[in-house]
């Protein structure tokens, strides 16, 4: 704040002032003298300053004598006047920085109101320097502030050319663009030869910022193309630095001419989006195939470059405009994260395992338990002989995975209601414990099934319904079971004996022995033991097992397979296997040729270890499909991998798997391979080739030759904890400084530490008035009844914004 | 074998002059009988001996007013017999479930002579080898390099009887009472003689020394019928309910505290005894007078030449005369019987009437001498209840299974599970775990992790000071890194002076679980096992140095910590982040998208889908955790199309969603290359 004298002599030459000028501060201008206050910061970076003037109340000069001067604003380069703006004009800081830059910037930046005033613009410049023009719908708005802003760095590099024209957009072939929103276009005038030829034109995708702006022409002012003759990994460009990819033209000595005409080409589409360089792989040695040609570098780090072989310039295209928009989504969201982070504070007290939630959802629902004895220590052993086969469910009332079993359980009770000699029942272990300690109960759930005189047997299958009802129904059968005659073993084979598996579906597998395979036999019924409850197995060892043995043409000791009720008997010879060898076999022989792969089966299937060739349909595969799948499966050198189908109706999370493949389900049925144990790769049988088994084969050539690119690739990232832990160390040592010195491993500066309080006493924390509590309690008046959070949780709050601070 | 092998030939050659045995235990008191039941469920050769002729002589007499104050709640609303032993203070432990005290006693505070049966029926129900009517009058060291520690302990008896043993535990408890000398303290009855008739007291005025609870026991009884009691003591009182300490005052016992505060003329007063002196007058009443009076005088010249703290005072407290001076000053360790070379020493300051050892319960004078019971209340004094029935049960049982370890290469019990077991094992122990409860601060839990974090295995119960020593002493490795699951208080919260009924003093939200004040499990984490040297650079008042990691589960009004949000999931969040994995459970169908989807899988599926075991859950529950955003429904996909997911439903679409990278199928399009 001056005074006339004071303020018309501190002039300088060349340097630029706002001035003000005033009798008494008039009630009308007060807001615009905060802005103006508020804009002095940001002019001064433009050697701009800003001054008040009082004038005295006797003062009639030229600019604190006239009434109307007191409404307006006066911008002066050294002792001339260079602009008067009514004070309206300045109506924030966004409008004063402008407007000022924009009168002092008078020669940088054109203002231009017609296309022929550009034009000519235009044509002057061609071959000589480069042209920026921005549109903004009017002046003294903040995008008119960040051009001018540019203007004020860059101005005499490029020409700036201004308007407020929306016409002169649409003309510069930007029609499509509401006139409601600036736009920036750069054109590249300098590289321009033909005069009748506009110049190139660049658009900024983004909004008009400072920021954006200056990251702009910044990726403009970088080469076109950058040669590079180092390793792809070290390379580091403009656009890598602004977090943009970078994409390498692989290029040799042979189709160099035409490899930089390409990457010129693909540097000009992708100009202000990616970076181009042209590498060169005579001068570098590079342990990729030979058969790549472009290599993509994203700004993330730790990623690796990628080598690809596209066959095309808009594949190059494509591929970093896709990778932009999954980044750009990814913004978004991280800025949503940050967002909900803010209003949620904190994301970690929010359940994010999906069984313990829906067990939680779901504890009011009262289950129909009435089918299912409660055991406790004093009648567990008692119910155990009383019954010719006892199923126990051990599990714990707090534990979420073994009340969801017990979900489960209650409609396997339903299934096997009023089933003769199985008991179902349930021990809580939260209630007996030493009931679980004794029948060695280490996990939850367990469920054992205790038979009558017999070893208890732990049920290892999936914890489904259908499989623990199935288990329980085969397991009454004695397994293996003692056939005594050929007609027994017959009807055995064809599912009819034992009759209480008569009517259930299951597989059955017999074993035939001569006298003289005692020690086969003795394998196989420790086999069966173990597989009790997975398959029936029977074991016939008569005199006349021969005439079995015939008539499946194989020679004892050996197994006969029968699937589906007798209809195929497959023979498998047995030679001398240990039970556990023969436990292997026998689940090896047990899994399908060609599968419907299930979340039940799959496990099974996960166990060969061998990639997955899966025909995805949607609904059952055509029997065409399905013969020529099956072809696949058998022939040739069996088993390199397993062949399946997946009925998407069945399996609907197939759908998330080749979404997860293909970002979204392409048409069906898709034939894909996955190689789940090496690599992850993930390849589409090519949609237009029909599924034969030739077709098949050839392409299964082509994808271990190397010839095929990979659909996708499965992530190798390990399973990180979700979210943080409260970090309660941090938190002590915070309000305890004592703590963090009896670290061992880094001990801190005393100077750190806070006063400690009087010792043995809290009372100075007891003591003080609890506002931040307080204002908790208000907030959320339903967590009193869970007891209330004590001053100190405030104190440390307070503490936290004063380190940030 | 050799060792045993050279114990039993040892036996025939000195069978004349001694009777051998592996383990001698001295005293068949509660601590005395428990390591007996352990030395006989392991078969081990022991023998206890017992200077009475029956088990348990010190409740023979004591308390003398024949009220336990160690609760027998016999209802607890739960049927979890481990979790009920932290509210039942005075059985032993063993595997019968008829040798629970409840059934020997229907009060909450039992009569002592429950007690005195109940040990009876425990040494002859469960046959422990007791040798009554032997009282050990004097233990000394034979040295013998081939001798478990070096040395054989020789023990005589009071008929010169020796006996000979390789292992020492002594479990006599503390039943020398504390006296103190100063000038009248001839008119000083002792607790253990008092008259327990208040009849004997009526219109008395009585001084009653000490502070502790057989001092307000004795006073209780008589607080209706005397004139009015002071008691005097150097400290000031300490209650039970602010120090969290059993051993200090309890609730039960304070009736003289009312009368004091409620002016009825009973009082209380601090002083130090040894500055007291004692006249009596002609009439037989008791004056008190300061030492310092006495110091100038001749004593024999009568209670009239006496200059009496009054006659320069004449307000002095305790002017009016009394009738009786009682002394309730408690007990101490009877040193007397060992030989110098044992060097059994007593402890520093207020721990002068406990012997020293080691938090092992091992004498820092003499190895293979362990010490039970309440004489090993050393360890934790004035902190844990390591000095009394609920708290040297467990501590015993710790001491038993070192030596299984030392001396018979038996590891310290436990248990391997599964990592996806790890949330579970933790909160089942704390939330049942008596010895835990009971011993809170002083005995741990251990998990030892297996390499690379897909298992543990689990210890119980092992003494926290001896931490650094874990692999010597338990026989198992801690390669990987391990937690230790303790209960705590809050610090700061106990103490004598402190206001345990604060407005506000319980915590009820997981992020401030650390400043928890009532007891709560906490875990540590630590990388490696701590050595010695960090677990002596602790910080004070902290059971175990400095941890990489430390977690605390929120204090819980019911001591019940399975809430799945405000216990479970915290406490899931902190070892996922120790153990850098992801702990979740998964329904199979899951397992099944992150099978095909990515090259590895989360434990749960590891360990249990791939194995044919997964969870495939009902139904609803599927239908629950699609609601919630965890599970997504792709039955749905059909009419939805591709439309991407909104961040709401779609969290299982953000698990997948750069797992899998798609690059742009080829397709075969004209080359516009030539451009």
Request: glycine share 6%; proline share 5%.
């Amino acid at each position: 704040e001056l005074s006339p004298q004071e303020y018309f002599s501190s002039l300088q030459a060349g340097r630029a002032s706002l001035a003000y000028f005033s009798h008494n501060v008039s009630p009308g201008a007060q807001p615009f003298l905060e802005q103006i206050e508020h804009s002095a910061e940001a002019l001064q970076d433009y050697g701009v300053s800003v001054v008040k003037v009082n004038c005295p109340k006797e003062d009639v000069s030229r600019y604190c004598g006239k009434e109307n001067a007191l409404r307006k604003a006066y911008l002066f380069r050294g002792n001339m006047l260079i602009r008067e703006f009514p004070t309206d004009a300045l109506f924030d800081v966004n409008s004063i920085v402008a407007n000022v830059l924009f009168a002092l910037l008078f020669n940088e930046v054109k203002y231009v109101e017609t296309l022929a005033d550009l034009q000519n613009i235009e044509n002057t410049l061609k071959g000589r320097s480069n042209m920026v023009f921005a549109y903004v719908p009017a002046t003294g708005t903040a995008e008119h502030r960040a051009v001018m802003e540019a203007a004020f760095v860059y101005g005499t590099v490029h020409q700036f050319v201004l308007t407020t024209e929306a016409m002169l957009l649409k003309d510069t072939g930007n029609g499509e663009s509401d006139a409601s929103s600036a736009r920036l276009l750069f054109c590249h005038c300098q590289r321009a030869t033909d005069l009748a030829q506009p110049c190139r034109r660049t658009a900024m995708g983004q909004t008009l910022t400072m920021l954006n702006i200056h990251r702009h022409l910044k990726l403009m002012g970088a080469p076109l193309v950058t040669e590079v003759a180092e390793d792809p990994e070290k390379v580091s460009t403009v656009h890598l630095q602004l977090g943009l990819p970078l994409v390498f033209i692989l290029s040799q000595k042979e189709t160099y001419e035409a490899d930089r005409r390409t990457a010129e080409f693909v540097a000009w589409q992708l100009l202000g989006k990616a970076g181009v360089a042209l590498l060169s792989r005579d001068l570098v040695d590079l342990n990729i195939l030979l058969r790549s040609n472009v290599a993509l570098k994203t700004p993330d780090e730790g990623v690796p470059i990628k080598y690809l072989v596209l066959e095309d310039t808009d594949e190059v295209i494509k591929l970093v405009e896709d990778k932009n928009k999954v980044k750009r989504i990814q913004e978004d969201e991280e800025e949503n994260e940050e967002d909900e982070d803010e209003k949620e504070n904190n994301s970690q007290d929010i359940q994010d395992d999906q069984v313990v939630e829906a067990v939680s959802r779901d504890k009011k629902r009262e289950l129909p338990l009435e089918q299912i004895l409660v055991l406790t220590e004093e009648t567990f052993h008692s119910a155990l002989s009383e019954t010719a086969r006892t199923v126990v469910l051990f599990y714990a009332s707090w534990e979420a995975v073994s009340l969801a079993m017990l979900r489960s359980y209650t409609k396997v009770a339903d299934h096997l209601k009023g089933m003769q000699g199985v008991l179902l029942s349930r021990v809580n272990c939260w209630d007996w414990p030493s009931v679980c300690t004794a029948e060695n109960v280490t996990q939850f759930p367990t469920i054992k099934i205790y038979k009558k005189g017999e070893r208890a047997v732990m049920y290892d299958g999936m914890w489904g319904t259908e499989e623990l009802t199935s288990f329980i129904m085969l397991s009454r059968v004695s397994c293996p079971l003692k056939l005594a005659t050929v007609d027994e073993a017959e009807r055995y084979l064809r599912g009819e004996f034992p009759s209480e598996l008569s009517s259930y579906h299951h597989t059955s597998l017999l074993g035939v022995f001569s006298t003289a395979t005692n020690e086969a036999r003795k394998a196989f019924e420790e086999a069966g033991n173990i597989l009790t409850g997975h398959v029936t197995t029977g074991m016939y060892f008569e005199d006349d097992a021969l005439a079995l043995s015939r008539k499946y043409a194989v020679s004892p000791p050996a197994l006969l397979l029968s699937r589906s009720g007798g209809q195929s008997v497959e023979g498998i010879a047995l030679s001398k296997q240990s039970a556990q060898e023969m436990v292997q076999m026998i689940r090896y022989e047990l899994l399908d040729v060609f599968p419907e792969i299930t979340v039940q089966n799959l496990p099974r299937y996960l166990q060969l270890r061998k990639p997955f060739l899966i025909l995805f349909g949607d609904g059952d595969i055509s029997q065409m499909e399905s013969k020529e799948m099956l072809k696949l499966a058998k022939g040739g050198p069996q088993q390199e991998f397993v062949a399946c189908w997946l009925n998407l109706k069945k399996t609907p999370v197939g759908r998330g798997v080749l979404k997860a493949y293909f970002a979204t389900v392409p048409s069906l049925p898709v034939l894909v391979w996955v190689n789940l144990h090496a690599g992850g790769q993930v390849f589409k049988f090519p949609s237009e080739q029909s599924i034969t088994e030739t077709n098949v084969l050839s392409w299964l050539g082509k994808l271990k030759a190397g010839l095929e690119i990979p659909s996708s690739t499965l992530s190798e990232e390990d399973w990180k904890p979700p979210l943080p832990a409260y970090d309660f160390l941090q938190m002590m040592e915070t309000a305890v400084p004592e703590l963090a010195l009896h670290t061992s491993h880094h001990r801190r500066d005393t100077s750190e530490r806070r006063p400690s309080e009087s010792p043995g006493g809290d009372t100075g924390v007891r003591e003080e008035p609890s506002q931040e509590t307080k204002a908790e309690k208000v907030g959320s008046p339903g967590r009193d009844l869970r007891g209330t959070a004590p001053r100190l949780a405030a104190r440390e709050k307070q503490g936290k914004r004063h380190s940030e601070l | 074998l050799g060792l045993a092998l050279y114990a039993g030939s040892l036996r025939v050659a000195s069978g004349a002059a001694f009777l051998y045995h592996d383990y001698c235990v001295i005293g068949a008191g509660p601590s005395g009988l428990q390591a007996a039941y352990f030395l006989q469920q392991a078969s081990r050769d022991y023998v206890v001996f017992e200077r009475s002729h029956a088990p348990g002589s010190f409740f023979a007499l004591y308390p003398r007013h024949r009220k336990l104050i160690s609760i027998n709640k016999r209802y607890t609303g739960k049927s979890n017999g481990e979790f009920n032993l932290r509210h039942d203070w005075n059985s032993l432990l063993s595997h019968d479930r008829q040798l629970l005290f409840q059934r020997y006693s229907r009060d909450f505070f039992p009569n002592a002579d429950a007690m005195v049966r109940y040990l009876e029926d425990f040494a002859s129900l469960l046959k422990l080898r007791v040798q009554y009517n032997t009282a050990i009058v004097h233990v000394t060291l034979e040295r013998d390099g081939q001798a478990w520690n070096g040395h054989y302990f020789l023990l005589t008896d009071q008929d010169r009887q020796n006996y000979k043993c390789s292992s020492l535990l002594v479990a006599t408890g503390m039943w020398v009472p504390n006296v103190v000398n100063f000038p009248g303290s001839e008119y000083v009855e002792g607790y253990e003689t008092v008259s327990i008739n208040p009849e004997d007291f009526a219109g008395q005025t009585v001084l009653i020394l000490g502070r502790g609870n057989s001092a307000f026991e004795t006073a209780e009884n008589i607080l209706g019928v005397t004139n009015f009691i002071h008691m005097v003591s150097r400290s000031r009182v300490r209650l039970s309910w602010a120090t969290h300490y059993v051993g200090d005052l309890r609730a039960i016992n304070n009736g003289l505290l009312d009368t004091y505060q409620l002016k009825s003329l009973d009082g209380l007063l601090e002083g130090d005894l040894e500055d007291l002196a004692i006249v009596k007058d002609k009439k037989g009443k008791l004056h008190i007078t300061l030492r310092f009076y006495l110091d100038n005088r001749n004593t024999s010249a009568g209670i009239d030449s006496i200059t009496l703290p009054q006659d320069e005072l004449d307000n002095f407290a305790t002017r009016a005369p009394y009738d009786r001076v009682i002394r309730c000053l408690g007990w101490k360790f009877d040193f007397s019987i060992y030989n110098r070379s044992l060097r059994m020493m007593p402890g520093k300051g207020n721990k002068k009437k406990y012997p020293q050892i080691k938090p092992s319960y091992e004498s820092r004078g003499t190895r293979g001498l362990f010490v039970l019971g309440t004489a090993s209340h050393s360890v934790d004094f004035r902190k844990s209840a390591g000095g009394f029935i609920h708290g040297f049960r467990y501590t015993t049982r710790a001491v038993h299974r070192l030596l299984e370890n030392r001396h018979h290469g038996v590891p310290w019990p436990s248990t391997v599970y599964p990592i996806t077991q790890l949330t579970n094992s933790i909160i089942k122990r704390v939330n049942e775990a008596s010895g835990l409860y009971q011993m809170f601060s002083v005995l741990a839990d251990i998990i030892l992790l297996r390499e690379n974090a897909t298992a543990f295995e689990y210890l119980e119960e092992y003494p926290v000071g001896v931490l650094a020593e874990l692999e010597m002493q338990t026989g198992r490795k801690a390669p990987n890194g391990l937690f230790v699951i303790i209960m705590e208080y809050g610090r700061n919260f106990s103490g004598a002076d402190k206001d345990v009924f604060y407005y506000n003093r319980a915590v009820g939200e997981a992020q401030h679980a650390w400043q928890s004040n009532f007891l709560h499990p906490v875990i540590y984490y630590y990388k490696r096992l701590p050595t010695e040297h960090e677990m002596r650079l602790r910080p004070p008042d902290w059971p175990l140095p400095r941890p990489d990691a430390v977690h605390h589960i929120v204090e819980d009004f019911l001591t019940d910590w399975t809430a799945p949000n405000a216990h479970i999931l915290p406490l899931r969040r902190f070892l996922e982040n120790c153990l850098s994995t992801d702990l979740r459970n998964f329904f199979a169908e899951s397992c099944f998208l992150f099978a095909f989807t990515r090259q590895k899988l989360p434990p749960f599926c590891q360990q249990g889908y791939v194995r044919m075991q997964g969870l495939v859950g009902s139904e609803g529950l599927r239908r629950h955790a699609v609601e919630a955003g965890l599970l997504e429904d792709y039955t749905l996909a059909d009419f939805l199309g591709d439309r991407p997911p909104d961040s709401r439903e779609g969290s299982q679409d953000q698990l997948l969603r750069d797992h899998a990278i798609p690059v742009r199928p080829l397709q075969h399009l004209v080359n516009a290359k030539d451009e």
